[in-house]
């Protein structure tokens, strides 16, 4: 196994000098898993060798400089991309080990994923949030699959996405309701006048409009939709590849849904299924 260490120079701040660095390892894994009588094949970073399906999220302070180890232990070639970040010299041969170094100068969400077909078409995509530690926090990861195209990804048959896309299973963390409720990194659990940060990314295919009940939400930083940033909304899309920080300040306790608006997206393995989690809020 080879070893390479591969420096990024973007984004750095001018207060980088006096940044932490913080050091992380992500195992890149593949394996399927049974949802609601389908069998998925999922590809995923991992915080260990074994494999799990979400994939695990990446904190840094602003002007932090963040030194990730990729390990492949996937039969097939693959890459840790950060898009406008990382896009170049990035690829991690089968069994293989590499080391990105990357500082950020904007706080917010940013996508990390591999950019092959088996990889990002089957789930290996997550969140980096930059600067918001000091926060209440959580990570919502929205994704979509599609049975037979898994199979045929998983398999090399397919290489892109058809022009019809018809997905049968739609999770949040790679989870269907109500697993998304037993989430650690998903399932909102705060109390009122608590300041909580929702890091999103779109992993999917699909756009995604997701509604909240019970409260609004302010966005931060939209990756996309720049024009939505400062809006204070209860519904809004999050197109394909966008990443979002969003922010919560419940005036209000309650259990309330927080969801993919569109029906078909909420009925995997029955209804209520599929793209939903809680906010659970205490007084």
Request: overall charge negative; hydrophobic content about 40%; some cysteine.
């Amino acid at each position: 196994m080879y070893k390479h260490l591969i420096i990024i120079g973007f984004l750095v701040s001018s207060l980088s000098s006096f940044a932490t660095i913080v050091k992380d390892t992500l195992y890149i894994n593949r394996d399927t898993v049974n949802q609601a009588a389908n069998l998925i094949h999922y590809c995923s970073f991992n915080n260990t060798s074994t494999f799990e399906i979400s994939n695990a999220p990446l904190e840094v302070n602003l002007n932090d400089t963040l030194e990730i180890t990729i390990i492949n232990t996937d039969s097939l070639t693959h890459t840790f991309t950060v898009n406008s970040i990382i896009e170049t010299g990035n690829t991690i041969a089968m069994d293989d080990t590499s080391t990105f170094t990357i500082s950020f100068n904007s706080k917010g969400t940013f996508r990390y994923y591999s950019d092959v077909a088996y990889g990002k078409y089957l789930g290996a995509s997550g969140n980096i949030l930059v600067g918001y530690s000091n926060y209440i926090h959580f990570f919502w990861n929205l994704f979509e699959a599609k049975v037979s195209l898994s199979d045929s990804l998983a398999n090399g048959l397919a290489t892109i996405i058809p022009n019809y896309y018809k997905p049968e299973v739609f999770t949040i963390n790679n989870l269907i309701y109500p697993n998304t409720t037993s989430d650690p990194i998903g399932f909102v659990t705060a109390n009122v006048g608590d300041s909580i940060i929702i890091s999103v990314v779109n992993s999917g295919q699909m756009i995604s409009p997701f509604h909240f009940h019970g409260y609004h939400v302010t966005i931060l930083e939209a990756s996309i939709h720049q024009n939505f940033v400062g809006w204070e909304k209860d519904t809004f899309p999050i197109f394909p590849s966008e990443a979002m920080t969003l922010l919560l300040v419940p005036d209000k306790p309650g259990l309330y849904p927080a969801h993919n608006h569109n029906l078909t997206t909420v009925a995997t393995g029955g209804y209520p299924g599929g793209m939903i989690t809680l906010l659970n809020i205490s007084p």
